[in-house]
């Protein structure tokens, strides 16, 4: 017993000696990435993307695991109290890392405390999209079909408390407090699959999972809200050109890990996501997907990231009343 606690303590000194001692055997095992949206949306495509190009460089699969629910506080509680190992990570994205924060009354984890970011991956706009039977063929039209019908319109989001529900609350409020009423849904996929099906006239989500309805003629996008048009979509004009001053909502894509896990392997995972940033392959992949990419991966830039929109969105959380 008393050779064994040597060696083990031979074994901890050598680590501590060598911090990158770890990242040579990691990862030994398939790694979970978990999506904290419904499959079939914007983050779950982009996971699942990311998921393959760190499958390639770690030598390991990285497997995606759908964890929806709450706007995502539901997958990321399951993040945070997962072993800091580096075998349980995290796509988090604005709504789960800037607007939750706030929104949530009982929040289920720390945005900033309970996660060591790895990469800010990119950002998206935000879009308004109807049905084709409604009678809008632009934002200014919508808005004046809401106003002129007060509480007779509803949309559809990813979820309460989410991007998506606050953009759209953001709209109304900054075109005079018009009155339409939210149906939230389990992630972006089957909100987005209703308003097709014609059961909600509108819909508020990420720009990129609209166009291509819109180009099919299954949904109309009447507004970008961003703060220039989509490279995705540049004929669609912005809310902001529309006449709707302030209207600037996007997302991101947050790559995340536990609280704890070892500064090795956040620059293990660092390297692998910054070889994919820097491929042309993946820049064309997420600028499929309508969003800006980044030119590579910096964990301090990540947490700089959150922690600014964490600013910005709070005072918009508060105004809107909106919690969950």
Same mark, same amino acid.
Request: hydrophobic share 40%; with cysteine; charged share 15%.
């Given at each position: *017993?008393?050779?064994?606690?040597?060696?083990?303590? %031979?074994?901890?000194?050598? %680590?501590?000696?060598?911090?990158?001692?770890?990242?040579?055997?990691?990862?030994?095992?398939?790694? @979970?990435?978990?999506?904290?949206?419904?499959?079939?949306?914007?983050?779950?495509?982009?996971?699942? @993307?990311?998921?393959?190009?760190?499958?390639?460089?770690?030598?390991?699969?990285?497997?995606?695991?759908?964890? !929806?629910?709450? %706007?995502?506080?539901?997958?990321? #509680? $399951?993040?945070?109290?997962?072993?800091?190992?580096?075998?349980?990570?995290?796509?988090?994205?604005?709504?789960?890392?800037?607007?939750?924060?706030?929104?949530?009354?009982?929040?289920?984890?720390?945005?900033?405390?309970? $996660?060591?970011?790895?990469?800010?991956?990119g950002i998206?706009? *935000?879009?308004?999209a109807v049905?084709?039977?409604?009678?809008?063929?632009?934002? @200014?039209?919508?808005?004046?079909?809401?106003?002129?019908n007060p509480?007779?319109?509803?949309?559809?989001?990813?979820?309460?408390?989410?991007?998506?529900?606050?953009?759209?609350?953001?709209?109304?409020?900054?075109?005079?407090?018009?009155?339409?009423?939210?149906? &939230?849904?389990?992630?972006? !996929?089957?909100?987005?699959?209703?308003?097709?099906?014609?059961?909600?006239?509108?819909?508020?989500?990420? $720009?990129?999972?609209?166009?291509?309805?819109?180009?099919?003629?299954?949904?109309?996008?009447?507004?970008?809200?961003?703060?220039?048009?989509?490279?995705?979509?540049?004929?669609?004009?912005? #809310?902001?050109?529309?006449?709707?001053?302030? *209207?600037?909502?996007?997302?991101?894509?947050?790559?995340?890990?536990?609280?704890?896990? &070892?500064?090795?392997?956040?620059?293990?995972? #660092?390297?692998?996501?910054?070889?994919?940033?820097?491929?042309?392959?993946?820049? #064309?992949?997420?600028?499929?997907?309508? *969003?800006?990419?980044?030119?590579?991966?910096?964990?301090?830039?990540?947490?700089?990231?959150?922690?600014?929109?964490?600013?910005?969105?709070?005072?918009?959380?508060?105004?809107?009343?909106?919690?969950?």
């Open positions: *017993m008393k050779r064994r606690a040597i060696l083990q303590s %031979a074994v901890a000194a050598t %680590a501590a000696i060598h911090p990158f001692a770890r990242a040579s055997t990691y990862p030994n095992r398939f790694i @979970k990435l978990v999506i904290p949206f419904a499959a079939g949306g914007s983050t779950d495509v982009l996971g699942r @993307k990311l998921a393959v190009r760190l499958s390639d460089t770690l030598g390991q699969s990285v497997v995606v695991e759908n964890r !929806a629910g709450s %706007a995502g506080a539901i997958g990321c #509680a $399951f993040v945070a109290k997962s072993a800091p190992d580096g075998y349980t990570l995290l796509l988090g994205t604005t709504g789960t890392h800037a607007i939750n924060p706030t929104s949530m009354v009982k929040p289920a984890y720390d945005a900033v405390k309970d $996660f060591e970011p790895i990469a800010l991956l998206q706009p *935000m879009g308004i049905n084709p039977k409604v009678p809008a063929n632009n934002l @200014k039209e919508l808005l004046d079909l809401i106003r002129n509480g007779r319109y509803t949309y559809a989001s990813a979820g309460n408390g989410g991007i998506a529900h606050l953009s759209l609350e953001l709209l109304k409020s900054l075109a005079g407090g018009l009155k339409a009423d939210h149906v &939230p849904y389990k992630g972006g !996929a089957p909100a987005l699959q209703d308003v097709v099906g014609g059961h909600v006239p509108i819909l508020s989500d990420t $720009f990129s999972s609209t166009v291509p309805y819109h180009r099919s003629g299954a949904l109309r996008v009447v507004a970008c809200c961003g703060p220039t048009r989509s490279p995705a979509a540049p004929d669609i004009p912005t #809310a902001i050109e529309q006449g709707v001053a302030g *209207m600037n909502t996007s997302t991101s894509g947050l790559f995340l890990a536990p609280a704890g896990t &070892p500064a090795d392997i956040i620059a293990r995972l #660092a390297e692998a996501t910054d070889r994919a940033l820097k491929s042309s392959g993946f820049q #064309a992949e997420l600028h499929a997907l309508g *969003m800006t990419a980044e030119s590579g991966a910096d964990p301090r830039r990540a947490g700089e990231f959150i922690r600014s929109e964490i600013a910005k969105w709070a005072p918009v959380v508060r105004s809107t009343g909106t919690t969950m």
